[in-house]
């Protein structure tokens, strides 16, 4: 691997899948709220998630698509409707995110099986979970279909609410210590976040003084 690395194109795709499941980590986990066509909320976890842009708002999600290649429940609600709620978990919230991966059948509802508490949102008609340290409300904005079973959505964050305490809006802090996000890895394994350190930026002047300093230390 150190001399050629692997060629992604020579490997089936669960390999690949596994590759770099395995190699980006972790990962933040989007548990998604979006309504059926019948108003079941439903609920799904996916990892292929992050943050996009800031101006306009963005968040980037990887929709999968079921074995015949027919849209999963969230993949087509977020079709039909535009509107889907994203939700961060933290520690307390794993395992109802874990149960909400069941494959439960097309039409029942994971948060009323789960008994998760709802509360409505204010710019889309998807309700969000009450036990979630932070609720992103998005609609879609653009989707790329990229094979038969994996698209990209771009998604506008319209709003966010955030647990009483986990942010400071005078300066827009987050309180990391009472957040407690968890991350994938791959497989069934997860991260916490309490491991923190600080690498400060420097601008090109400060880093030429510094390792000046090396060179005459």
């Not at 089936?12 to 770099?20: A, F, M, S, T, V």
């Not at 997860?190 to 002047?205: G, K, P, V």
């Amino acid at each position: 691997m150190a001399d050629k690395g692997i060629s992604l194109r020579e490997l089936d795709p669960r390999d690949r899948y596994k590759l770099l499941c395995g190699v980006i980590v972790p990962r933040p986990i989007a548990l998604v709220t979006t309504l059926d066509e019948n108003g079941a909320v439903n609920a799904a976890p996916f990892s292929f998630f992050n943050v996009f842009s800031e101006s306009p708002a963005l968040i980037v999600l990887g929709l999968q698509h079921k074995p015949d290649h027919s849209p999963k429940d969230t993949t087509r609600n977020i079709h039909r409707d535009g509107e889907f709620v994203v939700h961060m978990v933290d520690e307390a919230l794993s395992g109802a995110m874990n149960d909400c991966a069941v494959d439960f059948p097309s039409g029942d509802s994971e948060v009323a099986a789960t008994g998760l508490a709802t509360v409505p949102s204010v710019d889309v008609k998807v309700p969000r979970l009450a036990a979630a340290p932070f609720a992103l409300e998005c609609r879609r904005r653009l989707v790329l279909n990229f094979s038969p079973d994996r698209e990209l959505l771009i998604g506008e964050v319209l709003r966010v609410h955030g647990r009483d305490g986990l942010v400071d809006e005078a300066n827009m802090y987050v309180d990391l210590e009472a957040y407690r996000p968890i991350g994938r890895m791959f497989g069934n394994l997860y991260t916490t976040q309490r491991d923190i350190f600080a690498l400060s930026r420097e601008s090109h002047a400060q880093w030429l003084a510094r390792t000046q300093e090396l060179k005459d230390a």
